[in-house]
């Protein structure tokens, strides 16, 4: 029967002495923790320079991260546009601007139905749009959706697609 090799130990550092020591599982050490919690806090940091208007983080081009910042902003208002096709035709030419407004200092969170959502909040609390028809359609619109729960949170719904699962081959 062959042998089995035996199982490595990891990397080997030198020791106090001059001798090696095997270094601490897992492969924890201190400097390179310490390394891996300043890049989290810089990517963290231009994040939300992008994302979230904050400011600029050291050692980068402001004008070249404002330019993907907008970039980024305008994508979003682009996806929101077609999650909720609505928006742009109740607000009409006003939409990209407006949601521009909202959406750069707001970073996202909750998906792009959760954003429709609170763009429609934000222009409701500051009395927008400034057509009252406009408004009244804005209110209704989000009053819909508010109430609506997607098919998945539905028990039928549910009941139906573990049926489907477990009846229907692959």
Known sequence: MPKRPEPETGPVAPARGGRAAAAPPGGADPTTDAARQ???LAQTALLSALLAGTPDPEGFDRARLRVQSRALTAKRADVVAKVA???PGILGPAYREAFLGYA???PMGGGYRQDAMGFAAYLLDRGRPEDPAARRELRRWRRER???RPASAR???RLVRALRQALLPG
């Open 85 to 87: 096709p609505e928006l």
């Open 104 to 106: 750069r200092h707001r």
């Open 38 to 40: 300043r890049l989290a």
């Open 146 to 148: 508010a109430r609506r």
């Open 155 to 157: 028990p039928l719904a």
